[in-house]
């Protein structure tokens, strides 16, 4: 099953996609944890877009859309992945339906700008696995502490108020468009087109995994 979860930063892409992922069995791909992990072991690329991402600006499309295209080509994607984080762009979208990768489904979570800033500045994340926590709505059994590994979470830098909706400006000018897009897709019945959802973001963690099982035909 190939997924693309779309939805603004905060949505909660990254905490539903760790329960479709594992009921699944198919790989989790951020984009975002692919760019932090290059900027913490400080390779090229890393330092190339540490900056844009820091100040929640977009890393150009034709970096994004080679380091997808190499990610998706490697062996554990040949039973399908979840895309969290691209497509970001149309040029993004067009490059992925260009590369003959049929998705089965687009799914949207939609979240209003005021909820996200609480979302986000209370957000703690495990670096190594992309687990997400919020102190209030969704704390680690153990404060500043990883459930699984026990490790020390931490606050990501670009999670900071300016940042934060710098990047709700910047989801709406060049993300929010693909909704369009795919809904398009399935209205016309394009050819391998995705089949097109939108969730209500806003609902517990819970009810929204709830809702994904369904669309996806899965047992929660
Ligand atoms: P990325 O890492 O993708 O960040 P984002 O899109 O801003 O999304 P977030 O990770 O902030 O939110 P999320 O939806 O995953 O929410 P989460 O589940 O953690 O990208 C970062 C940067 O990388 C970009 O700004 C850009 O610079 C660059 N980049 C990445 N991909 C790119 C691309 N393709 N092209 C160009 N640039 C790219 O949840 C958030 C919080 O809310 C958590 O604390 C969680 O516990 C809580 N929460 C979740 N669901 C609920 C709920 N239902 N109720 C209450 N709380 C909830
Ligand atoms: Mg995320």
Redesign the pocket.
Known sequence: MKIILL??????????AQFICEKLNIPFI????M??SAIKAKTELGLKVKK??DD????P?DI?IDLLKHRISAPDCQRGFLL??????LP?AEALRNANIPIDYVIT?QVHDDIVVK??T????HPASGR???IE??PPKVSDKDDETGEPLIHRD?DKEDVIRN?LR?YHNQTQPLIKYYENLHLKNIKDAPKFFKID?????EE?KEKIFKILNVDS
């Open positions: 939805g603004c930063p905060g949505a909660g892409k990254g905490t539903q951020s984009t975002g944890d760019l932090r844009i991402i929640g600006y977009l890393v499309d994004m969290d984080g691209f497509p970001r762009t993004q979570i979302r986000l209370g957000r703690r994340v997400a926590y919020h709505f969704n670009d990047r910047v973001g806003e609902k517990s963690i929204i």
